[in-house]
């Protein structure tokens, strides 16, 4: 073979390896799954390619809303992804017995060191760190339009009948806004501890202190106010609050709605802490409920310490907000490092200032639950807003026994703490 046709077959074969990165030629690949699609899952994406263009490892990514089920059936199957971004702390417990790599062993010091302990979930009971927080929300707080009321308004729109803007469809997770609501009034009436011995199970259902939190959460929807709330997606129920002739004037849903909202009220969009809104409540408390999407290794490859340590790392998750694309609204963090500036107004900079505040948070508590506990939460919301008048008791004393149930089966379905 004469020199010049060599240098020809060396030239067509860099060509080839490069691929499609750019140039570079290829490291490998991870594979992730997570439950985010449509414009979350494109966000992600872009993000994911940034990781590949510098890195030159190709991510291969699934986003589902069937998180549960795909993962339960690819680790039963023996292929499980290498990286799973699982929605709550009580779904990463769920493979607490699972080959799942500790964290403390792939990312850097200084990474992990930037997330408080409410972030860095131990579901062995051994202080290993199997999930960390990738992404977060806040909880605990009320929206409004600022174009129509002020922040002193509220209270008295909250003690009037009909002014809570409220949606409990949800796919087949129907139910879980009023857990959340459950969950809130709870924690605002009777503090972190005793929300965190209810969310661990180690406080009964049938405790009175849980019967008060949902009498008051049934109170709030006056006569002809749960029904609507019944046939009403949890998506839709906030637009309410902007249309031309307002029905509802209050939202209590998560910081992550403010997304779902029309860019030209979005613009105006403000909320208040619900400590002020409930009643009951302890006004002086500074206790908030959050979530967080978790992110967990199941196979440690090169490949998958390196996505890692990009995806919880500030420059990446920094570059997740500024790079969200125009008329969305850009992601929460967890980690401490990640300035507030990369939010574009005072209500998003409000919401990641109290994020990184993590003394004063607590988990959602069904999202720390067991999945059998947090369903039947989630069912028996439902029914108890189809016929307030009948009262929550009866369905207390089966959730109770569902709790019960679940402290005789081996192995540890419950988190060990969920506040900061």
């Given amino acids: ?198 969310a661990t199970g180690g406080l009964a259902w049938t405790d009175p202190r849980i019967g008060r939190a949902w009498r008051t959460w049934g109170s709030l929807f006056g006569k002809g106010a749960a029904r609507p709330a019944l046939l009403t997606d949890f998506r839709d129920a906030g637009r309410k609050l902007f249309a031309a002739r307002p029905t509802c004037a209050l939202e209590h849903q998560g910081s992550f709605i403010r997304g779902g909202y029309a860019p030209k009220d979005r613009a105006h969009a403000s909320f208040a802490f619900s400590t002020g809104l409930i009643p009951g409540a302890d006004r002086t408390s500074t206790a908030r409920e959050v979530s967080a999407d978790f992110a967990a290794m199941f196979h440690e490859t090169p490949q998958s310490r390196r996505l890692l340590a990009y995806l919880t790392s500030a420059k990446a998750q920094t570059a997740w907000a500024e790079n969200t694309a125009s008329g969305r609204t850009r992601p929460f963090f967890a980690n401490g490092d990640v300035p507030l500036s990369v939010q574009p107004d005072d209500v998003g900079e409000k919401i990641a200032k109290t994020l990184k505040n993590s003394r004063s948070l607590c988990l959602d508590a069904s999202d720390a639950m067991p999945t059998r506990m947090r369903l039947a939460f989630q069912r028996a919301a439902l029914a108890y807003l189809s016929d307030v008048a009948k009262g929550p008791d009866a369905l207390l004393t089966s959730l109770e026994k569902v709790r019960t149930d679940l402290h005789k089966e081996r192995g540890r379905p419950w988190l060990s703490t969920v506040c900061g």
């Fill in 1 to 198: 073979m004469t020199a010049a046709v060599l240098g020809l077959w060396l030239v067509v074969l860099s060509a080839v390896g490069a691929g499609d990165t750019g140039g570079r030629q290829s490291r490998g690949s991870v594979s992730v799954l997570a439950t985010w699609t449509g414009d979350e899952g494109a966000a992600f994406r872009e993000l994911l390619q940034l990781f590949t263009d510098e890195s030159g490892v190709r991510v291969d990514y699934q986003g589902t809303t069937a998180l549960r089920e795909v993962l339960s059936s690819e680790v039963k199957a023996g292929t499980p992804p290498d990286i799973a971004v699982l929605p709550s702390p009580g779904e990463l417990a769920t493979y607490a017995d699972a080959p799942l790599v500790p964290l403390q062993k792939v990312l850097p010091a200084d990474t992990l060191a930037a997330y408080g302990p409410l972030w860095k979930p131990a579901p062995r009971g051994d202080g290993a760190v199997y999930g960390i927080a990738v992404k977060a929300d806040l909880k605990s707080i009320v929206w409004y339009d600022a174009n129509r009321h002020t922040s002193r308004e509220l209270p008295a729109l909250a003690a009037r009948d009909g002014q809570w803007c409220a949606g409990m469809g949800g796919d087949a997770t129907s139910g879980w806004p009023g857990t959340d609501w459950i969950e809130d009034i709870l924690l605002q009436q009777q503090g972190k501890a005793v929300y965190q011995a209810w």
